[in-house]
């Protein structure tokens, strides 16, 4: 099974428990954090990579918990014909997702490294790193 992107929602009452350990616990799911934003009696939001044979169980023990889930409807991509290729994207792209290919010097963008961190698109001078939901 390939892992799923999802979004979880915390409200303020439930985001200082332990949920996402009991996850992984109780329902032996592997998961990735892409993005996340939890803090005490805070809203918190977490993106992430989830996978395993017990996966719906655990979506359902994340529901009875109050944590909304949605799925990643987000992703980055390229647009290639405004990209010059300038690089500026692969100095700052944490997971080398973006990188110049030699001796070519062309920008590459692989999407399944992405982490949607989202740094490229604040660095990009022709804006052709684009969010599409």
């Known amino acids: 099974m390939s892992p ?6 915390f409200s303020a009452n439930i985001s200082d428990k332990p949920i996402i350990y009991n996850l992984v616990k109780d329902y032996n799911l592997i998961f990735n954090i892409i993005k996340a934003h939890v803090n005490p009696q805070k809203e918190g939001t977490m993106v992430l990579e989830l996978y395993g044979e017990k996966y719906e169980e655990g979506l359902e023990y994340l529901e009875g918990q109050g944590v909304k889930i949605q799925p990643l ?3 980055v991509t390229r ?4 990209c ?3 690089g500026a994207c692969t100095a700052i792209c ?4 973006l990188h110049l290919e030699r001796p070519s010097m062309e920008v590459r963008f692989d999407s399944d490294s992405c982490v949607l961190c989202q740094l490229c698109l604040k660095v990009c001078p022709v804006r052709a790193m ?3 939901f």
Not at 4 to 9: A, E, H, Q, S
Not at 79 to 82: G, V
Not at 94 to 97: M, N, S
């Open 130 to 132: 684009e969010v599409r």
């Open 4 to 9: 799923k992107k999802i979004v979880l929602r």
């Open 79 to 82: 647009n290639e014909n405004r």
């Open 84 to 86: 010059t290729s300038c």
């Open 94 to 97: 944490p997971t080398g997702a």
């Open 73 to 75: 409807t987000e992703e």
